[in-house]
């Protein structure tokens, strides 16, 4: 199978090919970039593309991440994503940026949990809990850091993802510390590839993946322009 990822959910713009029959990326690039995605992406991918050697008629599928992640990065991938699928007549997937984080680990068939988190600011955080398996354990939220630290209690875990630093540092002292820390901008894009190999199509819908609604609002002054005359 011949899968062009694509991810710019959060500080990384990436697309990568990877071919599963021979079980190595035939091309891929990642560029740090936590803004920008927008103007720099077609152009990514378009290198990409040339560099693997395959027409986007040749593709079997497209996966990209959905979120969590920059509401503003993460609808460019997805747009893109969309795009091409339709142009190719490609069937096109999405997966989170949190089981993109987990699946290296997951990959090794490793014994103990994984916690993947993303920074969500405010002093909370985007994660998921999962096997060693994949397994779900704790399913995908947004909350305070404290309450993502009560994933101690399942013991040694691996923590991954843009927010393993910050948990690591905060991890209760009387608890099992964790087997490894893993922070990374964003996944791995060959792993982005792997996984959008991998998902069921009908349970992986290419769809934003928000877990909470955005900061932005319209000014007060806008909606009270907009709103309809008292009779």
Known sequence: ????????????????????????????????????????????????????????????????TTGPGSFTGLRVGLSAARGIALAADKPVVGLTTL???AAPVVAENREHPILSAIDARHDHVYFQLVGGDGSPMLKPKVAPIAEALEAAQYGALHLVGNAANILAERWPTDAVPP????????????????????VDPVSAPPRPFYLRAPDAKPPRDRLAVSAPPST
């Open 179 to 198: 087997l490894n820390v893993e922070m990374q901008p964003a996944p791995d894009i060959i792993w982005v590839a792997w996984v959008g190999a991998a």
């Open 99 to 101: 089981a993109a984080y």
């Open 1 to 64: 199978m011949l899968i062009l990822a694509i991810d710019t959910a959060l500080d990384a713009c990436s697309a990568a090919v990877l071919d599963t029959t021979a079980g190595k990326p035939l091309a891929a690039e990642s560029q740090p970039m936590p803004r920008g995605h927008a103007e720099a992406l077609m152009p990514l991918i378009g290198r990409v593309m040339k560099q693997s050697g395959i027409a986007f008629a040749g593709l079997d599928r497209i996966a990209v």
